[in-house]
């Protein structure tokens, strides 16, 4: 697949991230703790979403230093629709269920997947996607230190 047609549904994974963790600090409105983490978190998947914009740009200009890559976009169409979904019918969510439904998206290796995929498509991509990567882990230990401050448990 061209590695182009990666990009857009990657850039839309985060930005259905972000709205999702917008959402969830809408819905706990009144535990300003968990407001503070969502909102975080929210602001950082829109710089997620940016950093794919410039990986996509990098990729336009250069286009013929890339590969093709083999890639499924089923899965993360599958999690943006799901989660699209979720947010239209549900009208309530506690914080322990956006806790444990973010560390459940936020481990799912499917953008790994994607990630590693545009990386072997050209080096240069590195850098980028390693940021991203690093951003997934802050997220990752950022949710899982708030479960523990809230005695979530974590199955």
């Known amino acids: 697949m061209e590695l182009m047609k990666v990009f857009g549904p990657l850039e839309d994974f985060e930005f259905v991230m972000f709205k999702l963790y917008r959402w969830f600090s809408n819905c706990l409105a009144s535990d300003q703790e968990a407001v503070k983490v969502f ?27 890339f590969r093709n890559v083999d890639i499924d976009l089923d899965r993360i169409h599958e999690i943006s629709s799901t989660l699209e979904e979720f947010m239209a019918k549900t009208r309530k969510i506690t914080v322990e269920e956006a806790v444990l439904l973010a560390i459940r998206i936020e481990t799912d290796a499917s953008e790994q997947h994607f990630r590693l995929a545009i990386m072997k498509s050209n080096p240069i991509l590195q850098e980028l996607i390693e940021r991203l990567r690093n951003a997934d882990k802050i997220h990752l230990e950022r949710l899982l230190t708030f479960a523990k401050d809230r005695s979530i448990e974590i199955p």
Request: no cysteine; charged share 40%; glycine share 0%.
């Open 39 to 65: 909102q975080k978190m929210a602001k950082e998947e829109l710089d997620h979403r940016d950093v794919v914009r410039s990986q996509k740009t990098l990729v336009m200009n250069n286009y013929r230093e």
